[in-house]
């Protein structure tokens, strides 16, 4: 069964500083996605980044990228320039295509100012 | 575009009490799920479809019961509620292929059974 560990869950970073959060799976297949979620005190829950586990290249949105090793499977994101409203949960996932999607237990991250 | 729909947003049950909790998407979505999140253990998945009379059983499925007769639809019951299914549950559902088969969630049920 697939399994997805978050082995840190609180972080904290100054503001204006950068800060990686990790992600371990397992998973004996090879077609599929991850996805970092970040879920703030509303409890909305919000796409960040996803990568297809097909593509070599590290998915970057903005000041949020990952570092994607598959072989090690491993999927690390990382938040650069972190501001105050980065602070919330985030959620590490994998999704075997077209199937479900697991979730780890989560990191909080705390942004000071 | 209203996304998925999910009510009611609070509830309070007494123990053994029924209830069903309604989710609801206008997206033409094949696949909807259910989950219950609880401090320090994430998202756990309680029951998907993958299509309109398809479920499947998740990480955690005892004490619920879904349906499918709709590709809309997906409730989620309760048919006796006990103290350990107080939570927040999440519905949520996706294309498949399509948006990178990301998920959309509803805006969450805060569940206490007393």
């Known amino acids: 069964a697939q399994t997805v560990t978050q082995s840190q869950p609180e972080m904290s970073v100054q503001e204006a500083e950068t800060v990686t959060l990790s992600c371990t799976y397992d998973t004996s297949e090879s077609d599929y996605y991850l996805f970092w979620y970040k879920q703030p005190p509303s409890r909305q829950m919000i796409l960040v980044i996803r990568?297809?586990?097909?593509?070599?290249q590290n998915a970057t949105e903005n000041r949020f990228s990952v570092n994607f090793q598959k072989a090690a499977k491993s999927f690390s994101l990382k938040i650069s320039d972190s501001q105050l409203g980065d602070a919330a949960m985030y959620f590490c996932a994998y999704r075997l295509r077209g199937f479900k999607t697991i979730f780890g237990a989560g990191t909080r991250l705390f942004v000071k100012a | 575009n209203a996304g998925v729909t999910q009510t009611p947003k609070f509830q309070v049950l007494k123990t053994g009490q029924s209830m069903t909790l309604q989710c609801a998407q206008d997206m033409n979505h094949e696949y909807m799920s259910w989950y219950r999140q609880d401090p320090g253990m994430g998202l756990r998945l309680i029951h998907y479809?993958?299509?309109?009379?398809?479920?499947d059983q998740g990480e955690v499925p005892n004490g619920y019961n879904v349906s499918r007769s709709t590709t809309e639809d997906f409730p989620l019951r309760l048919l006796s509620a006990a103290p350990s299914q107080t939570s927040v549950y999440f519905c949520?559902?996706?294309?498949?292929?399509?948006?990178?088969?990301?998920?959309?969630f509803g805006s969450g049920t805060q569940l206490s059974v007393l």
């Open positions: 990568q297809e586990a097909y593509k070599q």
């Open positions: 479809s993958v299509g309109a009379g398809i479920t």
């Open positions: 949520a559902s996706s294309l498949y292929g399509g948006e990178g088969e990301k998920l959309f």
